[in-house]
């Protein structure tokens, strides 16, 4: 019984010692401090709405590139046809330019008598001669 009354007295002294040596310089405190968890909420309710607006932000940015894709692939369809118009007008520029290269190659090969006779064949109704 000593044994276990001594053991009581030492460690009541050290508590005793303890809270002397301590309470007077304020070291932690083991209080909780409500301001900061105030804080804290704060702070994540804050940053909760600019989430909420910057997904707010995204959606209306992903309904536009929508928007856009579908612009887009409409105008690049109406790229297709217009190159193709454009091909087939080329193909038919290239094909009058042929043609009137082999009348006019045509022409370089008539010479006077060619023309004469041309001409007096074309007006001989015109010209009364039979």
């Known amino acids: 019984m000593k044994d276990k009354n001594l ?3 030492s460690v009541t002294i050290a508590i005793v010692f303890l ?40 959606e209306v940015n992903n309904a536009k590139q929508l928007e856009y894709d579908v612009a887009l692939e409409h105008l690049n369809d109406s790229i297709v046809e217009l190159n193709y118009i454009v091909k087939k007008r080329e193909n038919t520029i290239i094909t009058i330019k042929k043609q009137t290269n ?13 023309i004469l006779e041309w001409g007096s064949e074309r007006y001989k109704d015109s010209l009364n001669i039979k």
């Open 19 to 58: 809270l002397i040596v301590f309470v007077p310089f304020k070291l932690p405190k083991f209080n909780f401090n409500w301001d900061t968890v105030d804080k804290e909420d704060n702070i994540i309710a804050r940053n909760e709405q600019v989430i909420d607006s910057l997904k707010q932000v995204i």
């Open 7 to 9: 053991k009581i007295i």
């Open 102 to 114: 082999e009348i006019l190659n045509r022409v370089a090969e008539f010479n006077s008598s060619n």
